[in-house]
């Protein structure tokens, strides 16, 4: 049975950085195609940032050059650097993987899911 546990979310005024992870057991995390979702309220879920086995990363427009996703085999953790945060950064993020070794920044992409570390960014 996957399992993806969240960690590190918080507030935090705009202009900072918070650090989320994401703990993954049940899951051949080597072979693997993961990201990072966020919902504000009223909003869809929107991919945020991917990474696959062999390290390639996606990310969306507008978190570019701002958040960086990265992973530990050895930990069987994901990782999501955000830095210079915004305002509209908040929400509630969530730590997603695919059952396969390919996914995309759309939400069916993936199988599983965590259940969330809220962000909230005051200005």
């Known amino acids: 049975q996957v399992q993806l546990v969240e960690s590190g979310g918080g507030s935090v005024q705009a202009g900072g950085s918070l650090r989320l992870s994401c703990a993954a057991s049940?899951?051949?995390?080597?072979?693997?195609?993961m990201g990072w979702f966020r919902q504000a309220p009223g909003n869809r879920r929107e991919g945020v940032a991917l990474?696959?086995?062999?390290?390639?990363?996606t990310y969306a427009d507008p978190v570019k050059a701002r958040f960086t996703i990265s992973a530990d085999n050895a930990k069987d953790t994901l990782y999501l650097q955000m830095n210079r945060l915004k305002p509209e950064d908040t929400a509630m993020y969530y730590c997603?993987?695919?059952?396969?070794?390919?996914?995309?920044?759309?939400?069916?992409?993936?199988?599983?899911w965590g259940t969330g570390t809220l962000v909230t960014i005051s200005s």
């Open positions: 997603a993987a695919s059952a396969n070794n390919w996914c995309s920044l759309n939400q069916y992409s993936m199988d599983y």
């Open positions: 049940g899951y051949t995390f080597s072979n693997r195609c």
């Open positions: 990474i696959d086995s062999i390290g390639t990363t």
